[in-house]
T-cell receptor, first 114, second 114 residues
Framework: AQSVTQLGSHVSVSEGALVLLRCNYSSSVPPYLFWYVQYPNQGLQLLLKYTSAATLVKGINGFEAEFKKSETSFHLTKPSAHMRDAAEYFCAVTFDNYGQNFVFGPGTRLSVLP | ETGVTQTPRHLVMGMTNKKSLKCEQHLGHNAMYWYKQSAKKPLELMFVYNFKEQTENNSVPSRFSPECPNSSHLFLHLHTLQPEDSALYLC?????????????FGPGTRLTVL
């Protein structure tokens, strides 16, 4: 069965510092990959997705992620953290063209310190 | 605004009560999903409906009963729940065969079972 791991359940960065959230998946076949963000008391919002067009994917709010097949990774980065980036971030995969059978990682809570 | 609405946003119920959660999507999608989000656990897919037909039930106890009267509406009927059923229940939707396979989430219903 496919699985998604996110190293670090909680990451703290200072405002203005680099954000790096890690995601690895287990599969020999490249999946479709997604990052979602969840702000307090809200549902999940799509940040970006990889669908094999380009390995470096740019998303909303200044985030980007790079797909590395050799490392089975899809880490999320942002050059400069802002207070409003404090949220829970979920990596997800699917091998399904139709948007079903998503497998979500356990999430990483990002705290941004002033 | 994600185009997926859920009501109520918060619900407190006793173990003998019967209540229903409602989800509506305004995106013209044809697939809808119920997820359960518990503290410190990955998102759990509960039910999948494609074109109003249930296609997946991930071993969910019968005290949870879904209903999908049309492609825009999804309900989750609850009865004789247990305290461990307290969680955030998220509804999502997607469009099959559109070439865009992400899921769009509602804000969730925070359920507390006393």
């Amino acid at each position: 069965a496919q699985s998604v791991t996110q190293l670090g359940s909680h990451v703290s960065v200072s405002e203005g510092a680099l954000v790096l959230l890690r995601c690895n998946y287990s599969s020999s076949v490249p999946p479709y990959l997604f990052w979602y963000v969840q702000y307090p008391n809200q549902g999940l919002q799509l940040l970006l997705k990889y669908t094999s067009a380009a390995t470096l994917v740019k998303g909303i709010n200044g985030f980007e992620a790079e797909f590395k097949k050799s490392e089975t990774s899809f880490h999320l980065t942002k050059p400069s953290a802002h207070m409003r980036d404090a949220a829970e971030y979920f990596c997800a995969v699917t091998f399904d063209n139709y948007g079903q059978n998503f497998v979500f990682g356990p999430g990483t809570r990002l705290s941004v310190l002033p | 605004e994600t185009g997926v609405t859920q009501t109520p946003r918060h619900l407190v119920m006793g173990m003998t009560n019967k209540k229903s959660l409602k989800c509506e999507q305004h995106l013209g999608h044809n697939a809808m999903y119920w997820y359960k989000q518990s503290a410190k656990k990955p998102l759990e897919l509960m039910f999948v409906y494609n074109f109003k037909e249930q296609t997946e039930n991930n071993s969910v106890p019968s005290r949870f009963s879904p209903e999908c009267p049309n492609s825009s509406h999804l309900f989750l009927h609850l009865h004789t729940l247990q305290p461990e059923d307290s969680a955030l229940y998220l509804c999502a939707s997607s469009h099959l065969y559109s070439g865009s396979n992400e899921q769009f989430f509602g804000p969730g219903t925070r359920l507390t079972v006393l």
